[in-house]
């Protein structure tokens, strides 16, 4: 008798989603969700590369060590050495699917290695500056031709369909464990359970939380606001990290300028053209990010300058052309001719740390949910993420989430998940006339975070703005349940959500660490030195 094949539900189709639905795929029937083009997300942008232990000079060591140090102390050690060690591996895995990095010019057998800020070695492989753009196409050509595959565009999760709330129990308000999602057909506007032994949340991050962001607008954390409403925990969302150099100009949409750039020599400077950087860390301008965008916010602070340079004068055009492509294209674009001409660069919110809290295997909290990629929290980055070990997170726990998951179904420890769910039910909601308040809402939350939970925080500001939030959810809640969903009012819920998170984490956080700077507790303590889990 055949068996049924056990069901995986990936929500998400970045380097994430997609390289876990090809693990998985190897012994199940995978379903990925995308809100949009299968291509959106923020592994699409990312320019300066994946890092790994590559080169003779460098060692699992160092690596490890870079790490630890950009963490802050808050590096869980069991997911940086399984992440570093894992790492070559998982590269020769792309480059086996198709991914192109691109190679030493002078040793063309040899892949280039370009260097960012809080690493001490050349380690970051990398496609010219298309890295993100260059992954995501081969993922995306493997999937669409793999059998045990598909990929649903247009199609956003709601929220995940819990055991308990379809059965409740008297006397508890356990929600079990997670059967599949509510899913949106964003163009038709039906919405539909889908069943699955497996939820995966690959969602990405939530950098539309604020004001200014060098993410697309997909990032809007609804994977960690989904986890959290089903019950799962979430940690270390006060870590958010802000990228320091952001084109700084009217007409450009979130665009950066990657740290590669400073590997390759590249130094910003105030507007009176000093090398500030100096002055903050002995690394310079390739300190960790954090160090790097507090430093730039005290300048930009201090002379009351709408932003700083990044002066690459010391590079040759050529070299600048050809190792950067797609930053000397913006560039030219909007009349900057560098490295000629400096570039005006300003922070942006650009990665959560925090999220679902996984262990070693991506498994979260909750039975049958895992979380992978920029949604999870598995301990990596502690406070601060190195630069470019993002991608390679994301490619490590997508495999290990893969193979511990075959054991589990395999073995039966999970059995079976119904295969028939009920119908979303719409209630009494109404059609929405009018977005009006959609957006006006949308803006106020980025704004005050942005103003409120930004790089430099103070407790008066913090709980001015839970105070804000609280007010903003009643509105939010009261429309969500009077009108019928759309990408929009969810999105704006899940945003919500996800602000409240990172003020009750960056609340609870009584001291400066890392990506959270604090100005009523300046410095560390070594009694804080643990998640904030929620
Ligand atoms: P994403 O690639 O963001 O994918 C998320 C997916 O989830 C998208 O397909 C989205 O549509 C989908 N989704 C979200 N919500 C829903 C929903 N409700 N229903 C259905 N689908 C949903 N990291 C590095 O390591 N190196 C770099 O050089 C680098 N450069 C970067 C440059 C930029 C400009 C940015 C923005 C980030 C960069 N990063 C870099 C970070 C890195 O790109 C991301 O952390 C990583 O790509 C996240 O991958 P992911 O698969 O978790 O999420
Ligand atoms: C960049 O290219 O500067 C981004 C790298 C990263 O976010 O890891």
């Known amino acids: 008798m055949a068996t049924d094949p056990p069901k995986v539900l990936i929500i998400g189709s970045g380097i994430a989603g997609l390289s876990a639905a090809i693990h998985f795929g190897e012994f199940s029937d995978v379903t990925v969700l995308t809100k949009v083009a299968a291509d959106e997300g923020n592994t699409r942008y ?19 060590k870079d790490t630890f140090e950009a963490g802050a102390g808050l590096c869980r050690k069991s997911a940086v050495d399984l992440c570093i060690q894992d790492g070559p591996e998982r590269i020769r895995e792309l480059i086996s699917w198709g991914v192109e990095f691109t190679r030493d010019p002078q040793s063309p057998d040899e892949y280039a290695l370009h260097r960012e800020g809080g690493h001490h070695q050349r380690r970051i492989l ?53 059967l599949g999602a509510y899913v949106l057909n964003t163009q038709s506007n039906s919405i539909s359970p889908l069943a699955a032994d497996l939820t995966v949340i690959a969602g990405g991050g939530a950098g539309k939380v604020y004001l200014y962001t060098s993410n697309p607008d997909v990032a809007t ?14 940690a270390n969302l006060e870590f958010m990290q802000f990228h320091p150099t952001c084109l700084y100009h009217p007409a450009a949409k979130n665009f950066l300028i990657t740290e590669a750039l400073r590997g390759e020599g590249a130094v910003l400077r105030n507007l009176n053209h000093h090398d500030f950087m100096k002055d903050h860390h002995e690394m310079g301008s390739l300190a960790p990010r954090y160090v790097v965008s507090q430093a730039i916010d005290l300048e930009m602070k201090r002379t009351g300058a709408p932003h700083v340079w990044l002066d690459l004068t010391s590079m040759e055009e050529a070299r600048f052309k050809n190792h950067f492509p797609q930053v000397h294209a913006m560039c030219e674009k909007f009349g900057i001719h560098p ?3 400096f570039i005006p660069v300003v922070p942006a919110a650009h990665y959560l740390c ?6 070693d295997w991506a498994q979260s909290s909750v039975p049958g949910l895992l979380a992978i990629g920029e949604s999870a929290c598995t301990g990596l980055h502690g406070a601060n993420r190195l630069a470019s070990n993002s991608l390679l997170e994301a490619v490590v726990y997508s495999k290990r989430a893969a193979v511990r998951a075959q054991e589990t179904l395999t073995s039966h420890q999970l059995p079976k998940a119904p295969r028939s769910l009920p119908a979303w039910e719409f209630g009494r909601a109404v059609d929405m006339e009018e977005q009006i308040d959609i957006v006006a809402t949308w803006r106020e939350i980025r704004t005050l975070m942005w103003n409120y939970v930004g790089i430099v925080r103070s407790d008066r500001r913090l709980n001015r703005a839970r105070e804000r939030l ?54 560390q303590i070594a009694d804080e030195a643990h998640d904030t889990i929620i």
């Open 339 to 341: 490295p000629k001409d």
């Open 126 to 178: 990398h496609a010219h500056d298309f890295t993100g753009l260059a992954i995501e196409e081969a993922l995306i050509k493997k999937v669409r031709t793999h059998p045990r595959i598909r990929i649903l565009e247009n199609r956003m999760a709601i929220d995940l369909i819990m055991e308990g709330k379809l059965d409740p129990k008297p006397n508890t308000r356990e929600l079990g464990r997670c």
């Open 46 to 64: 990312a320019q300066g590369g994946i890092a790994s232990v590559w080169s003779k000079e460098d060692s699992f060591e160092e690596h490890k």
């Open 354 to 359: 925090g999220g679902i809290l996984v262990d």
């Open 470 to 523: 609280a007010l903003l959810r009643h509105e939010i809640n009261e429309d969500y349940w009077k009108f019928k969903v759309n990408r929009d009012l969810i999105e704006l819920r899940n945003l919500l959500t996800v602000s409240e998170l990172i003020v009750e984490c960056a609340i609870r956080r009584k001291e400066s660490r890392g990506l959270h700077l604090n100005v009523d507790y300046p410095g």
């Open 221 to 234: 954390g609804d994977g960690i606001a989904m986890a959290h409403r089903a019950g799962a925990r979430v």
